[in-house]
C-alpha cells in the first residue's frame, strides 16, 4: 500500500500562508525531494491553482521561466512532470498532467493508496484536513520556519479530534527552518 505523505510550512506562530514562509535553495532542494518521494499528488483545488500558475513550465517547453532562480527549475521540473489528481466539486476539467477524483473522498483516496508504487503526497490546508478527519495520512512533515507573523489561517483548523503523532525524523536547515516529520499513533 502506497502511504500519504502531508508535508506543509509553518511559522513559529502557526501560520501556513505560503507567503509567509522563507524559500532558499536548501529548502527547495528538499521539496523537491518530497515530491519526488511520490507517484502522484492530490491537492484539493486552491492549491492545484496555485501551484499550476506558479509552477507550469511555459508550453511544456522545459525551459525555465524567465526571472526564476536556476535552483527552482529541479522543483518545477519534478511538480511539472508529477502525476496529479485534483479534489474539487466546481472545475470541469484540469490538465497539467491532472484527472479529476471524484466520488466519495475517502474511498477514492483510498484506492489511490491500494495501487503499487512509492507514495502520495497531498498538499495545501483544507484536503488535509478532510484527509486527517478520514484518518487517511500516513506522516506529517511540518517545515517550521523561524518567523513569527500574528496572523494568517493555521493548518488543520477545526479538527474534531486530536490525531497523536510520533516522531520519526528532524532536520535543520541553514536558515533556522526546521523539519520535522511525525506518523500517527494507531
Known sequence: MRPLRYSINVT????????????????????????????????GRVTYEMMEAAFRTPARTGVRPEGMEPWMFPFVQTIDAAKKYVVSSTLDQVDWN???????????????????????YVGGVTLPLALAELGLIDEYEFIVHPRLVGHGPTVFAGLSKAV??????????GSGAVAMRYEPIR
Open 12 to 43: 513559529l506562530d502557526g501560520c501556513c500562508d505560503h507567503r509567509e514562509g522563507h524559500t532558499d535553495e536548501e529548502l527547495h532542494r528538499h521539496s523537491t525531494e518530497i515530491l519526488a518521494r511520490a507517484d502522484a499528488l492530490i491537492f
Open 98 to 120: 491532472a484527472e479529476l477524483l471524484r466520488g466519495d473522498l475517502g474511498e477514492a483516496v483510498q484506492r489511490l493508496k491500494e495501487e503499487p508504487g512509492k507514495g502520495l
Open 164 to 173: 497523536e503523532l510520533k516522531l520519526v525524523s528532524r532536520q535543520e536547515f
